[in-house]
């Protein structure tokens, strides 16, 4: 049996492994417009973030966690280009159903984390860098963030714990176009997200864990996702 870490893990292994097959197959055949043009475009992209390496991680516990785990995460850019600079807006929708924590005399945790992220983005882009068609790109941003976590408390005490929050990202992104409109694109992305005044809402008032009073959490993030140049 696979876990659903494992079985994602899996998934965009193999479209990472489609995206340089497209590109062996239409590197010299395929004729591709300039992005560095005035134009808008609208990149959507999906992929597996490593939240818990450094930092405090994405548990808002002091409670074991595993650093290699990670979560699923999806995006939506919009963007403005004149030329090779770019302006718009980054949305971030990160999801984690921690595994079962376990404390002291039985006691346990079911944790599930969600992290939303806005922010305005600015973005350099140069295409034929590497070869003619690939676009290569590096954006960054300062925003919004919103955490949530929340679950249970031995499968009978529920909580919720939203807090708001400041983050910032940068991403490098690779891209091959695919005619006039479309792109496929692999892209890295580093974010970090900051909360404090961690608060707790439950009637469940002896908890088995203690809550940490901020959250800092660095976050890499592997992502695959297609371009719609408008």
Same mark, same amino acid.
């Given at each position: ?83 090779n ?47 003619k =068609? +690939? ?5 960054? %941003? #300062?925003? *919004? ?5 929340? !679950?249970?408390?031995? $499968? ?8 708001? =929050? +400041? ?5 490098l %992104? #690779?891209? *091959? ?5 479309? !792109?496929?694109?692999? $892209? ?43």
């Open positions: 049996m696979f876990s659903s870490d494992d079985f994602l893990m899996r998934v965009i292994k193999f479209l990472f492994i489609c995206f340089f097959f497209t590109l062996s197959l239409h590197a010299e055949s395929v004729q591709v417009a300039s992005v560095t043009q005035d134009g808008s475009v609208i990149r959507m992209n999906v992929g597996v973030s490593f939240p818990n390496h450094e930092g405090t991680g994405e548990s808002a516990w002091y409670s074991p966690i595993d650093k290699n785990s990670s979560g699923f995460q999806y995006g939506i850019d919009f963007l403005h280009y004149r030329k600079l770019g302006y718009g807006i980054a949305f971030r929708h990160y999801m984690h159903d921690i595994p079962i924590m376990w404390g002291t005399q039985g006691s346990y945790q079911d944790e599930d984390v969600r992290l939303f992220y806005l922010a305005p983005q600015f973005s350099y882009a140069e295409d034929g860098l590497l070869f =068609g +690939l676009v290569n790109n590096v954006d960054f %941003g #300062f925003g *919004y963030a919103h955490y949530l976590s929340k !679950g249970y408390f031995c $499968g009978i005490h529920s909580y919720s714990m939203p807090l708001s =929050g +400041l983050g910032a990202h940068i991403n %992104g #690779f891209e *091959y176009r695919i005619g006039i409109h479309w !792109g496929v694109r692999l $892209g890295l992305s580093v974010e970090y997200y900051f909360f404090k005044n961690t608060h707790v809402e439950t009637a469940f008032s002896d908890s088995p864990f203690i809550v940490r009073p901020k959250l800092n959490i660095l976050m890499p993030s592997t992502q695959i996702g297609f371009s719609w140049y408008l």
